[in-house]
């Protein structure tokens, strides 16, 4: 497909002087570290703990707003590549805008801020840097849009081979927003993270709720050019993305015109690039070429007072950008810009299957110690999979081997493992577990199975002998009873029972 093919073009043919109210903002604000609800501008800002298993509450000694005045910290140490997540209940299908907030404030005892990652269920989202930021006194913060494929959406903080002290989080929101937004992106497969939105000619604070019912922030953007005012209100009810109408307030026109935007240096991907448009005279229109960094982008864009927005769902871009408006041949009518928002695509690395993850989800809440990383999704991405969670590739994601030897586990082994049916080996020795061992006769793939050295009890199991596979099973320093089942007693099987245990006869050595 031709970079062409992907361009799109909107416009609206209604103006109107009001807008209705708002909606109320719907999901979830979290204020990370935070102990007690607080309400800021509206908002109810929630404690974390709920939404969180592991990490620390810091306060901040020299905190800038009230939701940046904690933190939560995770601890680095036997942790490099290991994740911590927060899960927050979703509608299933509702797209949502997810924002991270990070403010350091030396919580750390070192000048700089630690580097790490962040991750949206089991897609690798972003790399956290804020040290520049931190420097100036501000805070970071990183916006996505992504459709809740289940009932919990996880955002995970995690450690990588660049950092060197505890990461942290500040807040966290998800926001519902309206499903026709970014619509020709097909979140099945990807998500957008956001790399630049500014209103361009606005010199004032942030854009966002009310003025953006969806709370997007859109960032003041001048440069050297002009930066008129319109004082004009586009009705946006209709209009692509839903842009809020104070965008078109303001406008940066040259002739022709060059905008360094964005204005940084962009990593070799695909991006979804929108902008939008309206003429700021009531009695003519505006047609220009759209460029970016030489190519074309729209060619003849007629811009009339009721807008028009022009976007582009894949459109590669590295280094440096440059977007270029150029009057139309026989116009002589300078162009203008009133905003734009780069969102970077990122392709999903998918998910789990859905029986293993609740599998998974029973054993762990058997175990009265599980790990403290068991969060997010089991085998994503594939660097930050849970301890002891090794898992198959391909579009079908099954956990293949569950090894948590020495793991210091007390608890039980719920029933609930056989329903992991992909297993090839489960290793659980040298732990402390206790109850029975369950049925596990649907584990068909099972080749090791070692319950070594802990406290289970009862019987084995006779169903163990329909594994035609099973290859290794070592149950040895248990407390097991009964007869060791006549099945199990076969070539190819490699059987350990004793010492320990007091079954009422033993097998033949």
Known sequence: MSVLSLVFFFSLLTLSLSQPPPPPLKGFFIDCGATEESTIDGKVWLPDAAFVSGGTPKNLTTPVLDILST???????????????????????????????YFYGGINER???????????????????????????????????????????????????????????????????????????????????LVARHAFGFSGPIIRYPDDHFDRFWLPFGGNYSTPAGNRNISVSSFWNLPPSKIFETDLKVQPME??????????????????FADDRNWSSRVFDVSINTVSYYRELNVTPAGASVFATRWPLSGATKITLTPAVGSNIGPLINAGEVFE????????????????????????????????????????????????????????TLNLTNMGLSGSLSPSIANMTALTSIFLGNNNLTGPIPDLSSLKMLEMLHLENNQFSGEIPSSLGAIDGLRELFVQNNNLTGLVPSILKKPGLNLKTSPGNNFSSLPPS
């Open 71 to 101: 933190v939560r910290s995770f601890p680095l140490q036997n942790n490099l590549r290991k994740k911590f997540c927060y899960a927050v209940p979703v509608y299933r299908g509702a797209k949502y805008l997810v924002r991270t907030t």
């Open 111 to 193: 000048d700089s801020p630690p580097v790490f990652d962040q991750i949206i269920d089991g897609t690798l989202w972003r790399m956290v840097n804020t040290t520049e930021d931190y420097a100036n006194g501000m805070p970071t913060y990183f916006e996505g849009v992504f459709v809740a494929q289940g009932k919990f959406m996880s955002l995970c903080i995690a450690a990588n081979t660049y950092t060197d002290s505890d990461p942290f989080i500040t807040a966290l929101e998800f926001l519902i927003v309206e499903k026709s937004l970014y619509n020709s992106t097909d979140f099945g497969k990807y998500g957008l993270g």
């Open 259 to 276: 905008l360094n935007w964005p204005p940084l240096s962009l990593p070799n991907s695909t991006y979804y690039i929108a902008l939008y």
């Open 345 to 400: 695509v990122l392709t999903l690395e998918g998910k789990t299957t859905t029986r293993d993850v609740i599998a998974l989800e029973k054993v762990k809440d058997s175990l009265k110690n599980p790990p403290l990383v068991w969060n997010g999704d089991p085998c994503l991405p594939r660097q930050y999979s849970w301890t002891g969670i090794s898992c198959s590739k391909g579009p079908q994601i099954r956990v293949i």
